[in-house]
């Protein structure tokens, strides 16, 4: 009985061994993926910094390109209204000059054309 005793006690001082060794594993276990979780909340945060980032400087760059576009846009806009202040300046300078030069041809003219405006917009 001796020998049984002393195998039981083995079995058990076996048994509490393997025991402190699953809670030292459970425990170790426990704190590598608690350092997981915070590994991977930092590495969240980094990317979360670095979009962010990349994201102002992207929303930077477009708002410079649609300012210079709008820039671009108000520029030939006047240059627009220039050329059309031309057109209309150079246009009534000539009839001044037709009208000083030939008045009663220039009025025979717009009376033609008067007539042939009022006979389109009736139809």
Do not use: C, H
């Amino acid at each position: 009985m001796a020998s049984a005793s002393s195998a039981s006690a083995n079995l058990r001082e076996g048994l509490r061994d393997i025991g402190k060794a699953a809670s030292d594993a459970s425990a170790n276990a426990e704190s590598d993926l608690q350092a997981l979780r915070d590994d991977f909340a930092k590495l969240a945060a980094q990317v979360a910094d670095i979009l962010g980032d990349r994201g102002n400087a992207a929303w930077a760059q477009a708002k410079s390109r649609v300012d210079d576009a709008m820039a671009d846009a108000q520029e030939t806009g006047r240059e627009a209204v220039d050329a059309m202040r031309e057109v209309s300046d150079n246009f009534v300078e000539a009839i001044d000059g037709s009208l000083k030069e030939r008045p009663y041809t220039t009025l025979a003219i717009a009376a033609g054309l008067g007539f042939l405006f009022g006979v389109l917009w009736r139809r």
